[in-house]
C-alpha cells in the first residue's frame, strides 16, 4: 500500500543550521590565517590580498554549504523512512488486531486481507482470500448494492455504514455491516472496505422484537418507569385495560394511575424495590373513562447502563375479586347452611321426642274425652288439655319447619288471592302508621304449597317490616311476579339446597324501615334470633324452613337505614298440574276396621293407647316393642295380622330395618309408619319400597282412622 509521507521532525533544523555555521567559521579562519601565512613567508607582498581572500572565502563557503546540505538531506530522509516503518508498524498492528475484518479491493479482486478477515471468511489465513474475486465472495442478495457502493467509493464518495451479506468460504451466509472508502494500493486506486459481524446483533435485535412482540400481545399490562415514577414505555395490553394511548401514557405518572400513590409511598416502594429485587401488591389503576380497575402488581428493579428503571407486570384481577367474593358468599351460605342444618337436626329430635309425649297425653285425653256425658264437670278440663296439646304439637311442627322437614298438606293456591284473602288479617296486624300497598302480578301460575305455611310465612314477614318501621311512618309493600331463576341466582340465596333452575313464583315484602347491618343479617336466621325482646319464637327461622321445604329459597337485601326487602322464590307450578284440594283432608264418617293390626311402638304409653283406640276402630291388636319382637309376632300370626302400624325409632332393631326384615316374610304386607319426625323425612327414605302410608305423631283417633283407612283400601305399594 501506498501510504502518505509523514512530516519531518523540527529538531533537525537546528541541529543543522549549527553545523552549517560552524563549518562557515572555520572556514573564514583558515582563510585569513593563509593570508596571514603568506604575507609573513612572502615579504613582498605588504597587504592582504582582499580579493583573493573572499574568493577562497566564498568558494571555501559553498563547498561548506553543499556538504551541509548533503548532509542535512541524508539525515532528514533517515529518519522520514524511520518514521514511516514505525508508522507502518503501527497500522499493521492495528490492522492486524482489529476485530473488523478489512479487505483490500483492486480491479475486482482481493490484495489484501487481515486475521480478523479469515475468521470471518472461515479461511485457514489471510493469504487464502488474495486473488479471490470479491464478487463471488458476496451473497446473491447483497451484489448489486455492493456493486453500487464500490463505484460511489472509487468516486470518492464515501458510502454510509450499510447491512449487507456475504458468502464463506463454506458458502454460508454471514451479515456484515459494511463500510468503504477510496484508497491507493501501490499506486493503483483501491477500494478499502470494513466487514463488521453482526450475527449477534441481529440475534439480539430478533430476540428484542420477539420480545417486544410477546409483551404487546401478553394478556398482562407491561410499564416501565423511572426513579421518578414517569412512564417511559408500555405495553398495548397497558393501552387496552386503561384505555390511554401510548403518547399519552408517556405524559403521565404514576400518581396519575393510583391517585393513592403519594410520594412518600413511591419513595418507600422504591427502596424496597432495590432491597427485594420485585415485589407484589394488589391496587386499583383509574382507567381514562374514570372508573378503577382492581390489579395485581409485581414490580422488578432493573439497572441498565448506569441508570435505574422499574418494570412492573399489571394483571387485571376484576374475575378474580368477583370470585373471592362469590366464593366467599358461598362459604358463608355454607357455614350457615351446616349451622341450620345442625339446629334443624336438634329440632327434629326434639319435635319428635315431644311429639311421642304428646300422643299420649293428646289420645288419653280424647278416649276420656269420649267417654265421659256432656254434661260431666271435668270435660272442660279435658277440653283444655286437647287444646293446649294442639298448641304444642303446633309448636313441633313449627320446630320441623324451621328444620325443613315439615308435615305439609298441599294444594293449588292463588297466591294473589290468597294475600287478598288475609287483607283483614294482616292490616289489624301491623302498625297503624304503616300503609300497606299491594303490587300483585296477574295471571300468574299456580303455587303448590301448605296454606297454613303460606300464612305463617306471610305473617312474619309482614310483623317483620312493620316492626322495622317502628314508631315512624313508612310504607310495607307486598308484591308478587314471575321469575325464571338460573342456577347462579339460586346460589346467591338462602336454603336453596334443593332448588332447581326454572320458573319460580316471587313474592317479595319491603318496607322502608331501619334495615339491617351485616352482623344482624348473619344472625337472623337463628332460631329465636329477635332484635326485639326474647321469647318472640322461631320467626325467620320457621319461615326459612318454610321455603327450604317448599323446595324454594330466600334472597335479602338489606343496609341500615334504607329498608329491608325480602324475596321468596317458589317453584311456580305446570299449568296441567292437577292436585285435588287438601289430599288428606277427606272425611272418615263412620268408618270401621277389621281383622287384626300389629302395633309396634318401644313406648308402653303409647302401646297401651294404641290399643284403645284401635279396638275402637274395631280392630283386634297385637303389640310389639321393638323390631325383633314384632317379626316373631308377624311369623306366627302373619294370616290374621291384616296391617302393621311400626313405630320407626326403637331400640334392638329400629322400624326401618325391621320393615326390610318384614318385606322379606312378606312382600305384600301392609306397614303404616308411625313417627314423631316429618312425614317427608319418612317417606322419602320409604320411597319405592312399598310402604303403605304414615301416621305422624301426636295423632288423634281421626287421624288414625284416616291413615289406617287409606293403606287398607289401597293396594298397598303406596309410597
Given at each position: 500500500?501506498?501510504?502518505?509521507?509523514?512530516?519531518?521532525?523540527?529538531?533537525?533544523?537546528?541541529?543543522?543550521?549549527?553545523?552549517?555555521?560552524?563549518?562557515?567559521?572555520?572556514v573564514?579562519l583558515?582563510?585569513n590565517v593563509?593570508a596571514?601565512?603568506e604575507?609573513v613567508t612572502?615579504?613582498?607582498i605588504?597587504?592582504?590580498?582582499?580579493?583573493?581572500?573572499?574568493e577562497?572565502?566564498?568558494?571555501a563557503l559553498?563547498?561548506?554549504?553543499?556538504?551541509?546540505?548533503?548532509?542535512?538531506?541524508?539525515?532528514?530522509?533517515?529518519?522520514?523512512?524511520?518514521?514511516l516503518?514505525?508508522?507502518?508498524?503501527r497500522?499493521?498492528?492495528?490492522?492486524d488486531?482489529?476485530?473488523?475484518?478489512?479487505?483490500?479491493?483492486?480491479?475486482?479482486?482481493y490484495?489484501f486481507?487481515?486475521p480478523?478477515?479469515?475468521?470471518?471468511?472461515g479461511a485457514?489465513?489471510?493469504?487464502?482470500?488474495v486473488?479471490?474475486?470479491?464478487?463471488n465472495?458476496?451473497?446473491?442478495?447483497?451484489?448489486e448494492?455492493?456493486?453500487?457502493?464500490?463505484?460511489?467509493?472509487?468516486?470518492g464518495?464515501?458510502?454510509?455504514p450499510?447491512d449487507?451479506?456475504l458468502?464463506?468460504?463454506?458458502g454460508s451466509?454471514?451479515e456484515?455491516?459494511?463500510?468503504?472508502?477510496?484508497?491507493?494500493?501501490?499506486g493503483?486506486?483501491?477500494v478499502?472496505?470494513v466487514?463488521?459481524?453482526i450475527t449477534e446483533?441481529k440475534?439480539?435485535?430478533?430476540?428484542?422484537?420477539?420480545?417486544?412482540?410477546?409483551v404487546?400481545r401478553?394478556?398482562?399490562?407491561?410499564f416501565?418507569?423511572?426513579p421518578?415514577?414517569?412512564?417511559?414505555?408500555?405495553?398495548?395490553?397497558?393501552?387496552?385495560?386503561?384505555g390511554y394511548?401510548?403518547k399519552?401514557f408517556?405524559?403521565?405518572?404514576?400518581?396519575?394511575?393510583y391517585?393513592?400513590?403519594?410520594?412518600?409511598l413511591?419513595s418507600?416502594?422504591?427502596?424496597?424495590?432495590?432491597?427485594?429485587?420485585?415485589f407484589?401488591f394488589e391496587?386499583s389503576?383509574r382507567?381514562?373513562?374514570?372508573s378503577?380497575?382492581?390489579l395485581?402488581v409485581t414490580?422488578?428493579y432493573?439497572?441498565?447502563?448506569?441508570?435505574?428503571?422499574?418494570?412492573?407486570?399489571?394483571?387485571?384481577i376484576t374475575?378474580?375479586?368477583?370470585?373471592?367474593?362469590e366464593r366467599?358468599?358461598?362459604?358463608?351460605?355454607?357455614?350457615?347452611?351446616?349451622?341450620?342444618?345442625s339446629?334443624g337436626?336438634l329440632a327434629?329430635?326434639?319435635?319428635h321426642?315431644?311429639n311421642n309425649?304428646?300422643?299420649?297425653?293428646l289420645?288419653?285425653?280424647?278416649?276420656?274425652?269420649?267417654?265421659?256425658?256432656?254434661?260431666?264437670p271435668?270435660?272442660?278440663n279435658?277440653l283444655?288439655v286437647m287444646?293446649?296439646?294442639?298448641r304444642?304439637?303446633?309448636?313441633?311442627?313449627?320446630m320441623?319447619?324451621?328444620?325443613?322437614r315439615g308435615?305439609f298438606?298441599v294444594?293449588?293456591?292463588?297466591?294473589?288471592a290468597?294475600i287478598?284473602?288475609?287483607?283483614?288479617?294482616?292490616?289489624?296486624?301491623?302498625?297503624?302508621?304503616a300503609?300497606?300497598?299491594?303490587?300483585?302480578?296477574k295471571?300468574?301460575p299456580?303455587?303448590?304449597?301448605?296454606?297454613?305455611?303460606?300464612?305463617?310465612?306471610i305473617m312474619?314477614?309482614?310483623?317483620n317490616?312493620?316492626?322495622?318501621?317502628?314508631?315512624?311512618?313508612?310504607?310495607?309493600?307486598?308484591?308478587?311476579?314471575?321469575?325464571e331463576?338460573?342456577?347462579?341466582?339460586?346460589?346467591?340465596a338462602?336454603?336453596?339446597?334443593?332448588?332447581?333452575?326454572?320458573?319460580?313464583l316471587?313474592?317479595?315484602?319491603?318496607d322502608?324501615?331501619?334495615?339491617?347491618?351485616?352482623?344482624?343479617?348473619?344472625?337472623?336466621?337463628e332460631?329465636?334470633?329477635?332484635t326485639?325482646f326474647?321469647?318472640?319464637g322461631?320467626?325467620?327461622?320457621?319461615?326459612?324452613?318454610i321455603?327450604r321445604?317448599?323446595?324454594g329459597a330466600?334472597?335479602?337485601?338489606?343496609k341500615?337505614?334504607r329498608?329491608?326487602?325480602?324475596t321468596?322464590?317458589?317453584?311456580?307450578?305446570?299449568?296441567?298440574?292437577?292436585?285435588p284440594?287438601?289430599?288428606?283432608?277427606?272425611q272418615?264418617?263412620?268408618?270401621?276396621?277389621?281383622?287384626?293390626?300389629?302395633?309396634?311402638d318401644?313406648e308402653?304409653?303409647?302401646r297401651?293407647?294404641?290399643?284403645?283406640?284401635?279396638?275402637?276402630?274395631?280392630?283386634?291388636v297385637l303389640?310389639?316393642?321393638?323390631?325383633?319382637?314384632?317379626?316373631?309376632?308377624y311369623?306366627?300370626h302373619r294370616?290374621?295380622?291384616?296391617l302393621v302400624?311400626?313405630?320407626?325409632?326403637?331400640?334392638?332393631?329400629?322400624?326401618?330395618?325391621?320393615?326390610?326384615?318384614?318385606?322379606?316374610?312378606?312382600p305384600?304386607?301392609?306397614?303404616?309408619?308411625s313417627?314423631?319426625?316429618?312425614?317427608?323425612?319418612?317417606?322419602?327414605?320409604?320411597a319405592?319400597?312399598g310402604s303403605?302410608?304414615?301416621?305422624?305423631?301426636?295423632?288423634?283417633?281421626?287421624?288414625?282412622k284416616?291413615?289406617?283407612?287409606a293403606?287398607?283400601?289401597?293396594?298397598g305399594?303406596?309410597?
Open positions: 500500500m501506498k501510504l502518505s509521507r509523514p512530516g519531518l521532525p523540527r529538531s533537525l533544523n537546528w541541529k543543522a543550521s549549527f553545523r552549517l555555521l560552524f563549518y562557515v567559521f572555520v573564514v583558515l582563510a593563509g596571514l601565512v604575507r612572502r615579504p613582498e605588504r597587504y592582504f590580498d582582499q580579493q583573493h581572500l573572499i577562497g572565502s566564498i568558494t559553498v563547498l561548506i554549504l553543499l556538504l551541509g546540505a548533503l548532509e542535512t538531506y541524508l539525515t532528514r530522509r533517515s529518519e522520514a523512512e524511520e518514521a516503518r514505525e508508522s507502518e508498524s497500522y499493521q498492528s492495528l490492522v488486531l482489529s476485530p473488523d475484518a478489512i479487505i483490500v479491493n483492486v480491479g475486482g479482486k490484495v486481507a487481515n480478523a478477515a479469515a475468521r470471518l471468511f485457514a489465513s489471510p493469504q487464502d482470500l486473488g479471490r474475486d470479491a464478487i465472495m458476496i451473497h446473491p442478495d447483497s451484489r448494492l455492493v456493486a453500487e457502493r464500490s463505484v460511489q467509493a472509487l468516486a464518495v464515501a458510502p454510509s450499510r449487507i451479506k458468502l464463506r468460504l463454506d451466509p454471514v456484515v455491516e459494511s463500510t468503504g472508502m477510496r484508497m491507493e494500493f501501490d493503483r486506486p483501491a478499502q472496505v466487514y463488521r459481524d446483533r440475534r439480539a435485535e430478533e430476540l428484542l422484537r420477539l420480545t417486544q412482540f410477546s404487546d401478553a394478556a398482562d399490562s407491561v416501565w418507569t423511572d421518578g415514577g414517569h412512564f417511559i414505555r408500555v405495553s398495548e395490553a397497558a393501552c387496552r385495560l386503561l394511548s401510548e399519552e408517556l405524559a403521565m405518572s404514576v400518581p396519575d394511575l391517585p393513592s400513590a403519594s410520594a412518600e413511591q418507600a416502594n422504591w427502596e424496597r424495590m432495590k432491597e427485594e429485587g420485585s407484589t391496587a389503576a382507567t381514562k373513562s374514570g378503577t380497575v382492581p395485581e414490580v422488578n432493573l439497572q441498565f447502563a448506569e441508570r435505574e428503571y422499574n418494570c412492573a407486570f399489571a394483571r387485571d374475575d378474580r375479586k368477583q370470585a373471592e367474593q366467599l358468599s358461598l362459604e358463608r351460605q355454607l357455614q350457615h347452611s351446616q349451622k341450620l342444618e339446629l337436626v327434629g329430635g326434639i319435635a321426642d315431644f309425649i304428646l300422643t299420649s297425653v289420645g288419653n285425653a280424647e278416649l276420656a274425652l269420649s267417654e265421659l256425658s256432656p254434661s260431666a271435668a270435660r272442660g279435658l283444655e287444646d293446649s296439646s294442639h304444642a304439637a303446633a309448636l313441633c311442627r313449627q320441623l319447619a324451621y328444620s325443613g308435615h298438606v294444594e293449588p293456591i292463588d297466591l294473589g290468597f287478598e284473602d288475609m287483607l283483614g288479617l294482616l292490616g289489624s296486624s301491623i302498625s297503624k302508621k300503609f300497606l300497598d299491594l303490587d300483585l302480578g295471571d300468574l299456580l303455587l303448590e304449597a301448605d296454606p297454613s305455611q303460606m300464612s305463617q310465612v312474619n314477614l309482614i310483623l317490616a312493620s316492626e322495622a318501621l317502628g314508631e315512624k311512618e313508612g310504607n310495607i309493600t307486598v308484591s308478587t311476579g314471575v321469575r331463576c338460573s342456577a347462579k341466582y339460586l346460589r346467591e338462602y336454603g336453596a339446597e334443593n332448588a332447581s333452575p326454572g320458573l319460580y316471587t313474592l317479595e315484602v319491603s322502608t324501615g331501619s334495615g339491617m347491618d351485616a352482623r344482624t343479617q348473619e344472625r337472623l336466621f332460631p329465636f334470633f329477635t326485639k326474647t321469647g318472640r322461631l320467626g325467620m327461622a320457621a319461615v326459612l324452613g321455603v321445604g317448599h323446595k330466600l334472597r335479602l337485601v338489606s341500615p337505614g329498608g329491608t326487602t325480602f321468596i322464590l317458589f317453584p311456580a307450578l305446570e299449568a296441567d298440574a292437577a292436585l284440594a287438601r289430599k288428606n283432608g277427606a272418615t264418617g263412620g268408618w270401621q276396621g277389621e281383622g287384626t293390626v300389629l302395633l309396634v318401644d308402653e304409653a303409647i297401651a293407647l294404641g290399643s284403645r283406640m284401635l279396638a275402637m276402630l274395631g280392630f283386634t303389640t310389639a316393642p321393638d323390631g325383633r319382637q314384632a317379626l316373631e309376632v311369623r306366627e294370616e290374621e295380622i291384616a302400624l311400626l313405630d320407626l325409632t326403637m331400640p334392638r332393631m329400629d322400624g326401618e330395618e325391621a320393615f326390610r326384615e318384614l318385606r322379606l316374610i312378606d305384600q304386607v301392609r306397614v303404616v309408619m313417627s314423631g319426625y316429618a312425614e317427608s323425612d319418612i317417606t322419602a327414605r320409604f319405592g319400597q303403605a302410608g304414615f301416621v305422624q305423631k301426636p295423632y288423634t283417633l281421626a287421624e288414625l284416616k291413615g289406617l283407612r293403606a287398607l283400601e289401597g293396594d305399594t303406596a309410597a
